[in-house]
């Protein structure tokens, strides 16, 4: 799965990070990320302006440590 070689390739190339976040605002979105090891970290209620009409925006993470036991 491509997702997974991103996150990998950013794990990989950011030694010191040990967690990434990503928002997104399409639930199909946080499906894929959640497939492989993202949890959610809670909802931004109109948080984004996208012409002319504000939207949630869900925050999700994932721990370097939960990404390597999981993949």
Same mark, same amino acid.
């Given at each position: 799965m491509v997702v997974k070689m991103v996150i990998s390739s950013v794990f990989e190339e950011f030694l010191g990070m040990e967690r990434l976040e990503v928002n997104v605002d399409i639930r199909a979105s946080q499906r894929v990320l959640e497939k492989v090891g993202f949890q959610k970290? /809670?909802? #931004?209620?109109?948080?984004? $302006?996208? $012409? /002319?009409?504000? =939207?949630?925006? $869900?925050? #999700?993470? =994932?721990?370097?440590? &939960?990404?390597?036991?999981? &993949?």
């Open positions: 970290e /809670g909802e #931004l209620r109109k948080y984004v $302006i996208v $012409i /002319g009409k504000t =939207i949630d925006v $869900i925050v #999700l993470q =994932i721990w370097v440590a &939960n990404f390597k036991s999981v &993949n």
